[in-house]
């Protein structure tokens, strides 16, 4: 049974509602986990601290029927030390990451958008460790919709993404040779489309010699007609 301690504050008035009130406590737990803040109905509800006492980790916010509930911050303690870093920090809705907010995955690494129910879904800018930075739609924590991925090189894609993978019309410019690739993907290949310089001259290791035109009677029909099979499966 948690143990409460009421903080100095003026006793409610018997005009008061019991199920409106709103009062500060500290509460400890038999676990060891240690709250301070608001308390409504028994439940934590307004604004509060909680300390883990197993992960020493620590939820700082808004709480709503005994669950973080609109923004907070999500801080852990760094192993060996009694240092704490933000892990998240953002909305909430019953508990779980959901609205605006962003969580660092390491010191270089983080995410800058949307959430679903702790998966990032909607909106969002990834800072890789490598280097890499998508920005773009998200759905179920994996990139889907449209987005584009800066490589650290100096190359980027832009274009649609299905489950984490690039799938369907996308641009894949390799600036590093001066040509840019335009056509179709699927899970993750490029299947059919069309190669052409781009910025050669500013390239750091341009091809030998530039693409040669393509003289076709029609040649956006041939093109379309040989994306058609891959287009009609996005």
């Not at 959430?115 to 924590?141: L, T």
């Not at 299905?162 to 179709?184: I, M, T, W």
Request: proline share 3%.
């Amino acid at each position: 049974m948690s143990l409460i301690k009421l903080s100095k504050k003026k006793p409610a008035t018997s005009s008061d509602s019991k199920s409106q009130s709103v009062r500060l406590h500290a509460v400890y737990s038999p676990d060891g986990n240690e709250y301070r803040g608001e308390w409504k109905d028994k439940k934590k509800h307004g604004k509060g601290i909680q300390v883990f006492k197993k992960s020493g980790a620590i939820y700082d916010g808004e709480w709503e029927h005994g669950k973080p509930d609109g923004f907070g911050t999500y801080s852990v303690l760094l192993p060996g030390t009694k240092q704490h870093v933000i892990k998240y920090r953002g909305l909430w809705t019953k508990g779980k990451k959901h609205g605006n907010g962003t969580f660092y995955y390491d010191n270089s690494s983080f995410y800058e958008g949307e959430w679903n129910e702790n998966n990032r879904s909607g909106w969002g800018e990834m800072h890789y460790e490598s280097g890499d930075i998508y920005e773009g739609e998200w759905e179920n924590d994996k990139r889907h919709g449209q987005g584009a991925l800066q490589f650290v090189d100096g190359n980027w894609y832009e274009g649609f993404w299905r489950d984490g993978k690039k799938n369907g019309a996308g641009k894949f410019y390799h600036s590093d040779k001066g040509q840019l690739y335009e056509g179709v993907w699927e899970d993750g290949n490029a299947k059919c489309g069309t190669m052409s310089d781009f910025k050669r001259d500013e390239a750091r290791t341009p091809t030998k010699h530039p693409i040669p035109e393509l003289h076709l009677v029609d040649g956006e029909m041939v093109l379309r007609e040989a994306q058609s099979p891959y287009l009609d499966q996005c």
